[in-house]
């Protein structure tokens, strides 16, 4: 029987680092990022701020995601497992060390008291895609990726995941636009990896993603096509913003839209290629007895609006958003 103190509050307990390890593995990068903070995954590692020292660039403390174990190129400090950072970062010794994370891990690692959120209304379908949907969503963070960094966009509602070793973003979808950020019903899940590979976790046919703030106003919604192209626009405007994230899926995402909302101005924001093209002529038809929607296309140097997004940045952007109705080249009436 190990004591150990505290703060002011004396317990007396077994501590079980090898199951404390054990669960540290099932889930790191919660973990991680309530301990070490908010950091960038890169390759196998997680590059954070050095806790200990006025660190002001990442890059030379490094956490390998998979034990926990971390060296300090700068300063030499290291340790082999999750126990040894958490020791390192409370400052104290390991046994107090795997304490403190035994408390921490037998709470769930609560997620109301960690530094993200999740959403607490996701679907509570029976069906066992549904339940891995759940599964995947509350066992991801908020983090950079990879992915984030080489299209130049911050990671807005998604979030990242772990998954083999190899950080995934994880995409929310849903089939319809929620009132806020608390009422989103999650359908379907997209996952990006560290190289852009792309998968969905169920069907999408009607899903989409919603990109900007969930409560924007409804007044104008912007539909394109993928992720990253939603979110340039997203951090470019103050449109809602969705993401079909298909050309073939657009048609039945801006008939959701029109359903959902028959007096909003609808935009099809469309990449510079024929399946765009196509995409912009089977929503506009598919809707025309109910009402009309509009097309704007990148300038003719960029295939989408991410291209154009990292050439000119978000400023630029939206700018050429906010001129919409002078730029009759790029804008399909």
Not at 20 to 41: D, H, M, T
Not at 73 to 94: E, P, R, W
Not at 224 to 244: H, K, N, P, Q, W
């Amino acid at each position: 029987m190990i004591s150990y103190k505290l703060g002011n509050i004396e317990k007396d307990t077994r501590v079980d680092f090898q199951n404390i390890k054990q669960k540290y593995r099932e889930n790191p990068l919660p973990i991680l990022r309530e301990l070490v903070g908010a950091g960038e995954i890169h390759g196998s590692d997680y590059v954070v701020l050095n806790p200990r020292r006025n660190d002001r660039h990442r890059g030379s403390f490094r956490i390998k995601i998979s034990t926990g174990g971390f060296y300090d190129f700068a300063t030499g400090d290291k340790g082999g497992s999750i126990i040894d950072l958490a020791a390192f970062v409370y400052n104290c010794g390991v046994v107090e060390a795997a304490a403190k994370l035994g408390d921490f891990l037998g709470k769930g690692y609560s997620y109301k008291s960690m530094s993200y959120v999740t959403h607490s209304t996701i679907s509570q379908s029976s069906t066992k895609n549904h339940i891995n949907q759940k599964f995947v969503w509350e066992k991801s963070v908020v983090l950079n990726h990879p992915y984030l960094r080489r299209k130049g966009i911050s990671i807005g509602n998604a979030r990242v995941n772990l998954y083999k070793g190899k950080a995934n973003l994880v995409i929310p979808l849903t089939d319809r636009v929620p009132e806020k950020y608390d009422s989103l019903e999650i359908k379907g899940l997209q996952f990006i990896g560290e190289v852009g590979q792309k998968r969905f976790m169920g069907p999408i046919k009607g899903l989409m993603h919603v990109s900007s703030g969930y409560e924007r106003s409804r007044e104008v919604i912007v539909i394109s096509e993928g992720y990253a192209t939603a979110r340039s626009i997203a951090e470019s405007t103050d449109f809602l913003v969705l993401a079909a994230m298909s050309s073939i899926n657009m048609k039945n995402v801006t008939e959701k839209i029109a359903e959902q909302f028959p007096n909003t101005e609808i935009i099809i924001a469309a990449d510079n290629d024929e399946a765009g093209k196509k995409a912009v002529i089977e929503a506009r038809r598919a809707i025309s007895k109910i009402k009309q929607c509009r097309a704007v296309y990148p300038t003719p140097e960029f295939n989408d609006f991410n291209d154009m997004y990292q050439a000119i940045g978000a400023d630029g952007l939206g700018e050429f958003f906010s001129r919409l109705d002078t730029r009759m080249a790029h804008f399909d009436i």
